[in-house]
């Protein structure tokens, strides 16, 4: 073996290691820290607040505008009649293009509302977290301060335009026109343009956003937006002017504002302990009793004593020295002390009729039902579930009474199965996205649909045609983001919608049945009768043709009559009667009209819905009682059959 092969080759000396990255110092990182403001973050995560896609983006921009528009009217004792105008925009030096491809939109909308203090409108329209309800517990559409100026920055974004208002307060007032953009550095106004202008309009806001956007019709567009304000607001005119510059009038069918919702206080069950101690800070009570009492809402002055003897606390303490442990201590007994119930005038809930009235306008059906639940109380916060049921296509549309075969279990929906559709409200303002992630919707799964008649795929929706309305009023919807589309999954909001549903699918599973067996009777009546025209003939040729025929054949169909449930056929087939039984329900047959039709002549005003207490007691208050499902007969007696042809051509199933 050759000795220099052995010998290693000589390594080349190692390459000068390279300093690793030095890492940055306290000091050099302290220098990045910079404040975030409010209008940078959601310019980042427009997202968060119904902005992600250039259709939803057209979409939230109205919903914001015409919200304020009806929270605003409301709250001044004025019926709402709103104007919604979306125009196509073709930026300069581009060819115009259709609708459909269309990009950039204008979009006004008019209220004949109260308007606003002309020292406001900059801040309203162009300043994130500015507004007149995030601060109060009272139930309105808007609740966080951040919809309209969010609105106008993402016109601002994606178009460079600022935000027009015209707003005038009074006839005997001038009109102010504003053009104002929003400072996103500062979260500030700046304001572009402002003057007196000669306005037709006595009073009221007009707002005036361009921006990116997409008209798309359909399901979640701006259409079914103001189709669903529609149905949840019978006390609302809107005009709409799409796009395509079509004019849709939803005219007003309730001619009385809803009862005005109170404000409350916050119920001590709701507070978290933070919050209890900024308020032990910020209260203007000197003494821990009247701290208590003045507050918070239900806590009397003999509970604010019992509070404080459970807790160990002199009433006489004053509020800001109480800290550490002896805050702890009152906290806990709060949690202890028996407290009625938050009072429910702070909400005011649709109201069985008039959600009748505005699903039997806006839905084709042959079955409409409507509940609304008595209050509950979720974290200390009051609200009430409603929920109504539109079914079937309308007795001119297919033959609805046809029942579809239920699915196997685990079997999975075919495209045939239509299934039902469900539409949500919180505060009456229609939810369109994010339907999954919604309490409403999770209840809906969990009702068993089966037990009334309606077949249903495990995990799935139950099948159509059906229209389900689930509405939440609270004076806080507990909304999963800023955007507000669903609603959080309280265990206390599921139950009620369980039980709103429960009721509602027991009504139409009333009807259906007394359908099916009316019909089962029928077709039995029918055989008999071809057998009766037979055994007549046959008992004549044995008495060798000496027998009264007629006589006979007419004893034998009273007989038939009789054996396939009398006249009761007949009524539920629609010949005659009332729903029986089903409260708050409309039969639609197609001969005509079964049950309380709301009055829809636009003449006769129907009184508001009242509201009524919450169940007084703690236990009650977590626990509501379900309200019993009503007896065959029983509740409301049936109303006697109003027969009204349907004049109804405008079906939007
Ligand atoms: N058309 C209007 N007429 C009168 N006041 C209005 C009108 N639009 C907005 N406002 C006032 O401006 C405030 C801010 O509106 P904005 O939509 O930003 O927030 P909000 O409605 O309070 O809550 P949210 O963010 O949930 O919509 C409102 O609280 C209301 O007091
Ligand atoms: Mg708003």
Not at 582 to 606: F, N, W
Request: aromatic fraction near 6%; include cysteine; charged fraction near 25%.
């Amino acid at each position: 073996m050759n000795k220099t092969t052995l010998k290693p080759e000589p390594t080349p000396p190692p390459a000068p290691k390279k300093a690793p990255p030095k890492g940055l110092s306290a000091v050099e990182m302290g220098a990045k820290q910079r404040e975030i403001s409010v209008s940078e973050f959601f310019t980042k995560n427009r997202h968060l607040l119904g902005f992600d896609s250039p259709r939803k983006a057209l979409l939230t921009c109205v919903k914001e505008a015409v919200d304020n528009a009806l929270d605003a009217c409301e709250e001044a004792g004025i019926l709402p009649e709103v104007d919604v105008k979306i125009e196509a925009v073709t930026p300069e030096g581009q060819a115009p293009v259709a609708v459909a491809q269309a990009n950039r939109f204008r979009v006004t909308v008019v209220d004949y509302g109260p308007g606003i203090v002309r020292e406001h409108i900059p801040r309203i329209f162009a300043k994130l977290l500015y507004g007149s309800k995030f601060h109060r517990l009272r139930m309105s559409r808007g609740q966080q301060g951040i919809g309209i100026s969010a609105a106008g920055m993402y016109g601002q974004l994606t178009t460079g335009k600022p935000v027009q208002i015209i707003s005038r307060t009074g006839e005997k007032n001038p009109a102010h026109y504003f053009e104002v953009q929003i400072n996103t550095k500062t979260n500030e106004p700046r304001i572009l343009e402002k003057k007196q202008i000669e306005w037709e309009n006595h009073r009221g806001t007009q707002v005036t956003i361009e921006m990116e956007g997409r008209y798309q019709k359909g399901r979640a567009s701006v259409d079914e937006y103001i189709e669903l304000t529609a149905i949840a607001n019978p006390h609302v005119k809107i005009v709409y002017v799409t796009p395509e510059g079509e004019t849709r009038v939803y005219p007003r069918t309730f001619h009385v504002l809803p009862t005005p919702p109170r404000e409350i206080k916050p119920h001590p069950y709701g507070i978290e302990f933070g919050i209890l101690l900024k308020m032990l800070h910020d209260t203007k009570s000197h003494w821990l009793s009247g701290f208590l009492s003045s507050d918070f809402s239900r806590v009397s002055p003999r509970v604010a004593e019992e509070i404080c003897t459970t807790a160990g606390l002199s009433p006489k303490s004053k509020p800001r020295n109480i800290m550490g442990q002896d805050a702890e201590k009152l906290y806990k007994a709060i949690q202890a002390t028996k407290i009625m119930a938050p009072p429910t005038n702070c909400i005011s809930p649709i109201g069985e009729k008039a959600i009748l009235t505005g699903l039997y306008k806006q839905i084709k059906g042959d079955f409409y039902t409507a509940v609304t639940r008595p209050p509950a109380v979720y974290r200390g916060n009051p609200f009430v579930i409603e929920a109504g049921i539109a079914f079937g296509k309308g007795p001119q549309v297919g033959t609805p009474e046809q029942k579809k075969a239920p699915l196997a279990e685990g079997e999975g929906s075919d495209k045939e199965v239509e299934l039902a559709r469900v539409i949500r409200y919180a505060n009456r303002v229609p939810l369109l996205y994010q339907q999954s992630a919604c309490a409403t919707f999770q209840a809906v799964l969990e009702t068993a649909w089966r037990n009334y008649g309606i077949s249903q795929s495990r995990g799935a929706l139950p099948a159509g045609p059906m229209v389900i309305f689930v509405h939440m009023a609270s004076v806080w919807v507990p909304f999963t983001s800023e955007s507000k589309e669903a609603i959080a999954d309280y265990d206390e909001i599921r139950k009620e919608i369980k039980l709103a549903m429960q009721e509602c699918g027991r009504r139409l599973g009333v009807f259906l049945k007394r359908k099916e067996h009316a019909k089962s009777e029928f077709h039995r009546r029918n055989i008999f009768e071809l057998y009766i025209e037979e055994v007549v003939e046959a008992c004549k040729r044995l008495k060798g043709g000496r027998l009264a025929a007629e006589k006979l054949k007419s004893q034998l169909l009273k007989i038939a009559m009789k054996k396939t449930g009398g006249e009761k056929t007949d009524e539920i087939l629609g010949k005659k009667g009332g729903p029986e039984g089903l409260p708050d329900s409309i039969i639609v047959t197609a001969d005509g009209v079964e049950g309380d039709v709301p009055d829809m002549s636009g003449e006769a005003p129907v009184a508001a819905p009242a509201v009524p207490e919450a169940p007084a007691p703690v236990e009650a208050v977590q626990e509501p009682e379900p309200k019993k499902p009503a007896k065959k007969g029983a509740g409301k007696p049936a109303k006697k059959a109003v027969k009204t042809k349907r004049g109804r051509g405008h079906g939007k199933k």
